[in-house]
């Protein structure tokens, strides 16, 4: 295996790519975070606003316009029925105290290097965590047809 320096043009290409789809993935940049919110209910001097709900770690997840729900990139909690009072880092601390972005409850701005990386070394094992629960739960279910086929057989 070589050193990223040692890379081709197309293997850093591959690998860049690769990086990109899984920050686009996982929404670990506030930007991507912010355009998750295209028809957000409230504007931007409410409490609630695209800005404060992406700074306090939501990217918006719900799939119609009358679904407000956001969740946390990093903890995954979902949260919706939003309004216009509520402070976004008080409901994710409310909902979630155990969040890691929560207990640093910084923005990415003011986070360091070492906090940042942290935090997606965290966020990446979470993430593929579900993935294998997935499908862990998947195997089972197939699992279980096979049995039931099987049982249905013997007479
Ligand atoms: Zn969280």
């Not at 939003?82 to 990415?108: G, I």
Request: contains cysteine; negative net charge; aromatic residues 10%.
């Amino acid at each position: 295996m070589p050193a990223i320096h040692e890379l081709s043009a197309e293997e850093m290409k591959r690998a860049s790519n690769i990086v990109t789809t899984l920050g686009d993935t996982l929404k670990i940049f506030e930007e991507l975070r912010i355009k998750s919110f295209e028809n957000w209910q409230f504007d931007e001097n409410e409490k609630c606003s695209v800005l404060e709900m992406a700074r306090a770690g939501f990217y918006y997840s719900g799939n119609s316009k009358d679904d407000d729900s956001a969740i946390c990139f990093v903890c995954g909690k979902v949260l919706d029925g939003w309004e216009n009072t509520d402070d976004p880092w008080m409901e994710h601390q409310k909902h979630s105290a155990n969040c890691k972005f929560v207990q640093m409850r910084r923005s990415e701005d003011d986070l360091t290097l070492e906090e940042f990386l942290d935090l997606c070394e965290h966020i990446i094992k979470q993430f593929l965590t579900n993935q294998f629960r997935k499908k862990e739960a998947a195997f089972i279910k197939r699992i279980e047809k096979i049995r039931d086929i099987l049982k249905s057989q013997q007479y």
